[in-house]
C-alpha cells in the first residue's frame, strides 16, 4: 500500500512529526520520554506511517538528540522514523540505534549536500526524500522542477536505490508570493509520477499557506488537490482530523481505495466528523 507521512508525524500516508520544533523542542532538550512518545502514539495511530524526527534546532548536540528521538520513538510505536537532517553523520547516528527501514529527509541537486547523502544511500533499502532543490536555487516552474527531479531519480537509480524508495520533494512555495505557485507545484507532481512508474512524491504542505490567514483551510483544500494530480505522501499533522478525513476521502476517489476498504475502516472508526 502507498505510504502516508506524518512528521512525528506526517502523511506519506502519513509522515509524523513527533514534534513542532518550537512547541518540543523543550522536552527534546529536557529528554522527556513521556512527551516524545505519546506524541508518536498519537501521530501514529491517527495514521502517520512514518514518524519525522528533527532535531536541527540544537546543532552542537544535533547527533546526540537524534539517537535519542530515534530510540524513544520507536520505544512508544512500531513505525519507522523518517530521519530529518541534511548531516550525514546525524544520519549515521541516528540508523544505529533504529530498527527497521529508516528514511532520509534528504536529498538535493545541491552538490555538497547530494555528495554526502549519496554514500549514506546507495545500495541500501533507505527510503530517501530527494528534494528539488539544485545550486541554481529554488524552481519555480513545473519543467524546472521536472528537469531537476529527472537527475536525480537517475542518479539515486545509477547507485542502486530502487524506484520505489524515492520520494520526490517538487517543493512547495508560498502562494503569498506568486500567484502560479501552487499550479506549477501541482503540475510537477502529475508530470513527475506520469514519467517514473513506481516512484513516489511527497511535499511540506503547510509551506503553500505561509503568511496567510486561515491557513488549515488552504492547507486542506491544497491537499485534496495534490492527491488528485498524484501526490501519493504529506508531511502533515495527523491530529487535524478534517485534514486525515479529506485524505482519506480523496485517495478513495482518486481510485487507489480498493473497494473503498480504507474508507469504510475510517467510517467505522469514527474518524469522520460530521
Same mark, same amino acid.
Request: hydrophobic content about 40%; some cysteine.
Given at each position: #500500500?502507498?505510504?502516508? +507521512?506524518? #512528521?512525528?508525524?506526517?502523511?506519506?500516508?502519513? /509522515?509524523? $512529526?513527533? !514534534?513542532?520544533?518550537?512547541?518540543?523542542?523543550?522536552?527534546?532538550?529536557?529528554?522527556?520520554?513521556?512527551?516524545?512518545?505519546?506524541?508518536?502514539?498519537?501521530?501514529?495511530?491517527?495514521? %502517520? $506511517? !512514518?514518524?519525522?524526527?528533527?532535531?536541527?534546532?540544537?546543532?552542537?548536540?544535533?547527533?546526540?538528540?537524534?539517537?535519542?528521538?530515534?530510540?524513544?520513538?520507536?520505544?512508544?510505536?512500531?513505525?519507522?522514523?523518517?530521519?530529518?537532517?541534511?548531516?550525514?553523520?546525524?544520519?549515521?547516528?541516528?540508523?544505529?540505534? +533504529?530498527?527497521?527501514?529508516?528514511?532520509?529527509?534528504?536529498?538535493?541537486?545541491?552538490?555538497? #549536500?547530494?555528495?554526502?547523502?549519496? +554514500?549514506?544511500? %546507495?545500495?541500501?533499502? /533507505?527510503?530517501?526524500?530527494?528534494?528539488?532543490?539544485?545550486? &541554481?536555487?529554488?524552481?519555480?516552474?513545473? /519543467? $524546472?522542477?521536472?528537469? @531537476?527531479?529527472?537527475?536525480?531519480?537517475?542518479?539515486?537509480?545509477?547507485?542502486?536505490?530502487?524506484?520505489?524508495?524515492?520520494?520526490?520533494?517538487?517543493?512547495?512555495?508560498? @502562494?503569498?508570493?506568486?500567484?502560479?505557485?501552487?499550479?506549477?507545484?501541482?503540475?510537477?507532481?502529475?508530470? @513527475? *509520477?506520469?514519467?517514473?512508474?513506481?516512484? +513516489?512524491?511527497?511535499?511540506? /504542505?503547510?509551506?503553500?499557506?505561509?503568511?496567510?490567514? *486561515?491557513?488549515?483551510?488552504?492547507?486542506?483544500?491544497?491537499?485534496?488537490?495534490?492527491?488528485?494530480?498524484?501526490?501519493?505522501?504529506? @508531511?502533515?499533522?495527523?491530529?487535524?482530523?478534517?485534514?486525515?478525513?479529506?485524505?482519506?476521502?480523496?485517495?478513495?476517489?482518486?481510485?487507489? $481505495?480498493?473497494?473503498?476498504?480504507?474508507?469504510?475502516? %475510517?467510517? #467505522?472508526?469514527?474518524?469522520? &466528523?460530521?
Amino acid at each position: #500500500r502507498r505510504t502516508r +507521512h506524518t #512528521r512525528l508525524g506526517r502523511w506519506s500516508r502519513g /509522515l509524523g $512529526d513527533v !514534534y513542532k520544533r518550537q512547541a518540543m523542542g523543550p522536552a527534546i532538550e529536557a529528554r522527556d520520554a513521556d512527551v516524545i512518545k505519546k506524541t508518536a502514539r498519537d501521530q501514529h495511530q491517527a495514521g %502517520a $506511517d !512514518y514518524i519525522d524526527i528533527n532535531a536541527g534546532i540544537f546543532v552542537k548536540q544535533e547527533a546526540d538528540y537524534m539517537k535519542w528521538l530515534a530510540a524513544t520513538v520507536q520505544e512508544a510505536v512500531e513505525a519507522p522514523c523518517c530521519i530529518d537532517s541534511p548531516d550525514p553523520k546525524v544520519i549515521e547516528a541516528a540508523l544505529s540505534l +533504529h530498527k527497521g527501514t529508516a528514511m532520509i529527509n534528504s536529498i538535493s541537486l545541491e552538490q555538497a #549536500r547530494y555528495d554526502s547523502i549519496l +554514500h549514506l544511500v %546507495a545500495g541500501t533499502d /533507505l527510503k530517501v526524500v530527494a528534494l528539488c532543490m539544485s545550486d &541554481e536555487g529554488m524552481p519555480e516552474t513545473a /519543467l $524546472d522542477r521536472l528537469k @531537476i527531479s529527472e537527475k536525480l531519480i537517475n542518479g539515486l537509480v545509477k547507485h542502486n536505490v530502487p524506484l520505489e524508495n524515492i520520494y520526490v520533494d517538487p517543493l512547495v512555495q508560498p @502562494i503569498s508570493t506568486k500567484d502560479d505557485f501552487g499550479a506549477e507545484f501541482l503540475d510537477a507532481v502529475d508530470a @513527475i *509520477m506520469t514519467r517514473f512508474q513506481g516512484v +513516489h512524491t511527497i511535499c511540506g /504542505l503547510s509551506n503553500i499557506s505561509y503568511g496567510l490567514p *486561515m491557513r488549515s483551510i488552504m492547507n486542506r483544500t491544497f491537499a485534496v488537490m495534490a492527491v488528485a494530480k498524484g501526490l501519493d505522501s504529506l @508531511i502533515v499533522n495527523p491530529l487535524d482530523r478534517q485534514m486525515m478525513a479529506n485524505l482519506i476521502t480523496a485517495e478513495t476517489l482518486a481510485g487507489r $481505495d480498493e473497494f473503498c476498504t480504507n474508507f469504510l475502516q %475510517a467510517y #467505522r472508526e469514527k474518524k469522520f &466528523e460530521m
